[in-house]
Structures are given as C-alpha cells and as structure tokens.
C-alpha cells in the first residue's frame, strides 16, 4: 500500500480510501450490513486505513456501520466524515453550513461512529448563504477540542478554499476526479499542489463504470442513482462502453485489468487519495493490483487519445449536487 501524509495527522494515510456512501444503503439500491461490516475489515486487512464516509449516506447509517466495524482497530484507522448538508423528513439533502448546525453535526456523527475524534472532518458542499471564512471559524473552533484532528472541504473551488482558509487549516479537499470526470485538472489539482493539500478523489471508478462490469445491457434497481446518471443513458452509455474497451486494451498492455488503471491513473496525477465505493469483500481483490507499477507518460497520452477518441459528447458528474438551502 502506497502511503501519503494528510496536513495535521502524523499517521500515514493509504492512497487507497474507502467509500461507503453504498454502504449507507442509500441512493446504491440498497445494503446489506453483515457484508458492509466484513467490506470495511477485508479493507483494513488489504491495507487501507482511510475510511470516508458522510451523516447523508444513509443518514446516519453508513457512520453506524463504520464506526461499528472498525472499532476493533479504531486507533490503526482514518476516519474521514463530513458536516454541511441538512435534511427534512422528505430525506432530500440541502446544503447547511450554519455554525451552530456544524456544532451540533459533530457531536451527532461522533455519536453515531462510537469514537471520541474525527480524523477528517470535511465540509460536504460549499453552501453559499454561509460566508466560508465563517465555516472555517467553526471548524477551527471544534479542531481546537480535539473532536477533530484535520479540517478539508469537498466540492469546493479555490476561491472558496482559499476564503475559508483565512479562518482554519485546510488540510484537503475531496473533488470528483476519475478518468471520465477531469473538471479539476486545470484549477483545483494545481491548487492543491501549491497549497499542500491532499485531494480525496471521489468516484475513482466513475460509480462502477470503469470497474470493466458494466456491459450494454445492464440495469440497476430501485433508488440506485445509476437509473438517472446521464452517463448510464442511452446513446451516451455506449460510447462509455467504448471508452472503457479502448481503456481495457492499454490496461493490458501493462498485464492490468482496466479497474487498476483507472485507479492507478488517479494516483498518478498528484497528491491524491482514490476513493474507492466498494460494497463487498470481493470487490476489493483488485486492491493489490494498483501498486507496484506507474503509468509512463506514453501510457497518458495513449489514455488521453483514447478518451478524445471515443467520448464525443462528455457529461459531468454535476447531477449529484444538492441544492442551496431555501432563503
Ligand atoms: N464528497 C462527495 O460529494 C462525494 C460524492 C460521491 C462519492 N463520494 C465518496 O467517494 C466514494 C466513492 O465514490 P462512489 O461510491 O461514487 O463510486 P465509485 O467508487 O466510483 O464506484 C462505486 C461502484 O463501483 C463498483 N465497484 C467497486 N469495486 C468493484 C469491483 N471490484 N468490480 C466491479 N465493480 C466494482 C460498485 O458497483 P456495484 O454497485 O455495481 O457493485 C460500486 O458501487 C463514496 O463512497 C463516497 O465516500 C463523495
């Protein structure tokens, strides 16, 4: 396992993380806990110790599962949650970044992962009723409790980041980034990069798409945001397939399969950590096969010929973004 270090934590943290919005069984079709549980420790057994999870995933399920899981080797682990999104009784997720909603987040998921810190405490959404610099205030005043060890944000752009840094540590962030969703190779990447944060990339597989599973007939059941995702939608689905057929001859070529590239490919871009959504033991037998090799610079550009080639008509992962809170 390849290791970096997150601002403010000495552990090393594993390049691999794992996801479990899945596991929340929300918005995946579902969950079944016994297998989440026995997912979470083949993880840690592979070699990851960073757990990323959210209170909306399930709202509150998925840090149930987790903290429930990893609590035989709790202090050998990261855990990585979030604060910033609200709900109603109708489960739709807003964004909420209020001070004294945060103050009462944190206690809730330290709660519910029956633990007494949060390695990373990430802000979910920029909510843009809320001033950033006042977010990182609140974040800064929990970090200086010790209910938190390292503060980073998810899907904010450097502006944000940067005014929210005025008032705490900025440790991460945590962008979409996947071969299919590069939206942040000409900002947030470089400003990682100059500012010393790890970026957590989110959909390291593009919701499975690039797991070398999906074939054109597949379907997925019940709330599995997968049946609306433009990417899985005809005519557009199939020039993915494609993609990932040219993608699955250069994995090849390095004796890979396409799921080690695609994860190999978002280590090898910068000071990154892949997020990987798994949901059973097995999925993760391919853990082993992202380390011990590098992509050259004739496999990128052979990648980008690739993608520029198959993908005409290309579509982001904007989909997933929750709305603003009502005035
Ligand atoms: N901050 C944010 O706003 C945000 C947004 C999205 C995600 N995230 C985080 O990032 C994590 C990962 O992203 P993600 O869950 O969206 O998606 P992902 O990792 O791109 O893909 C997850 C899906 O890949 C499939 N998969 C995994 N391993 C596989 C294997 N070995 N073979 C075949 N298929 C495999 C599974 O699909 P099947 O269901 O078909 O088994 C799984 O549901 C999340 O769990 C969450 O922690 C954060």
Known sequence: ???????????????VGLGTWAIGGWMWGGADDDASV????????RGITVFDTAPVYGFGHSEEVVGRAVAPFRDDVLIATKCGLGWGDDEQPFRDSRPDSIRREVDASLRRLGTDRIDLYQV???????PFAETGAVLEEIRRTGKVRAIGVSNFAPAEMDALATA?????????YNLFERGIDDD???YAEDNGLVLLAYGALCRGLLSGRMRPDTTFQGDDLRVYDPKFQPPRYDRYLAAVDALSEIAAGRGKSVLALAV?????????????????PAQLDAVGEVFGWELTAGDMAAID?????????????EFMAPPARDA
């Open 1 to 15: 396992m390849e290791t970096i270090r997150i601002p403010g934590i000495d552990e090393p943290a594993s390049r």
């Open 38 to 45: 026995e997912t979470i420790r083949r993880a840690y057994d």
């Open 124 to 130: 979910h959404w920029p909510d843009p009723r809320v």
């Open 168 to 176: 705490a540590p900025l440790a991460t962030d945590q962008p979409p």
């Open 188 to 190: 947030v990447l470089p």
């Open 264 to 280: 190999r490919w978002v280590l090898d871009r910068g000071p990154t950590i892949a997020l990987w959504g798994a949901r059973t």
């Open 305 to 317: 010929d690739a993608l520029a080639r198959t993908i005409t008509d290309p579509v982001g992962p």
